[in-house]
Nanobody, 114 residues
Framework: QVHFVESGGGLVQPGGSLRLSCLAS????????SAWYRQAPGKQREAVAI???????NYADSVKGRFTISRDNAVNTVLLQMTSLRPEDTAVYYC????????WGQGTQVTVSS
């Protein structure tokens, strides 16, 4: 069973930046597309950034131009660089494969507030 461990979240002011990191327990990221998801209070979990095996990326309209997803298959890691953060980016962020997510990790809390 694959496990995901997310880190890098925190409290940041609007306009600030954070870099999230996700470590998988196995080489799952080299076999599947990877994604960062987020779930805000009272809302459904949504995929915000996807990176495919050929390196192409897709972003939700709400984060396009502000978030950048990347990955290093050699160390089973997926990163999410977030800039120009807004209060509406506040959520718990998770990583997983895409589509067909496996067991979810604990996620990392991102709070954007002044």
């Amino acid at each position: 069973q694959v496990h995901f461990v997310e880190s890098g979240g925190g409290l940041v002011q609007p306009g600030g930046s954070l870099r999230l990191s996700c470590l998988a327990s196995g080489r799952i990221f080299s076999r599947y597309a990877s994604a960062w998801y987020r779930q805000a209070p009272g809302k459904q979990r949504e995929a915000v950034a996807i990176i495919h095996n050929d390196g192409t990326t897709n972003y939700a309209d709400s984060v396009k131009g502000r978030f950048t997803i990347s990955r290093d298959n050699a160390v089973n890691t997926v990163l999410l660089q977030m800039t120009s953060l807004r209060p509406e980016d506040t959520a718990v962020y998770y990583c997983n494969i895409f589509p067909g997510a496996r067991t979810w990790g604990q996620g990392t809390q991102v709070t954007v507030s002044s």
